[in-house]
């Protein structure tokens, strides 16, 4: 692993402990800000903007760790929020690749723990629903959602929108 990488990662991982304990006081949107990169809660390197990969595979390392400390259950909340708020495409379009990852690691063996898959994809599909009118407005929208379900449908086995 690169310097580079490892040092996001490390640094994610002080961020997901700072949200963690938010979530744990009773504030179940915590991981909202580090899972979006919001403000001081970005991770990025040369302005590339923020690499919510590595914000779940830090979130795997800090349960490793403890899992006493409920990293999975806030990293599904935070998940469920960021769906239930995506009101635009592109937002939309984050919590998919987020949600998408983290299957990835747990299929390649790379997770040390499981989300509640049905009920993430749940909200999700909720809010797609929901919205759907409002996003087949957006240019290219029909193409992307078809992406999805067809990426959904073959690596995962599971029904998008």
Do not use: T
């Amino acid at each position: 692993m690169s310097d580079i990488i490892e040092s996001m990662e490390k640094e994610a991982m002080g961020l997901v402990k700072i949200v963690n304990k938010e979530y744990l006081s009773g504030k179940k949107i915590a991981y909202f800000v580090v899972l979006v990169g919001m403000g001081p809660y970005k991770v990025e390197h040369a302005g590339n903007g923020h690499n919510s990969n590595v914000v779940v595979r830090a979130i795997h390392k800090c349960y490793r760790e403890d899992s006493s400390q409920q990293y999975d259950k806030g990293f599904q909340d935070g998940l469920i929020y960021m769906a239930g708020v995506a009101n635009k495409v592109e937002a939309m379009s984050i919590v998919l690749d987020i949600f998408f990852y983290e299957l990835k690691l747990e299929k390649e063996g790379n997770a040390a723990f499981s989300i509640e898959r049905g009920r993430i994809l749940n909200h999700i599909n909720e809010k797609l629903r929901e919205k759907n009118e409002e996003f087949s407005q957006s240019k290219g929208y029909e193409d992307w959602i078809a992406r999805y379900k067809k990426y959904a449908k073959e690596k995962y086995g599971i029904l998008l929108g």
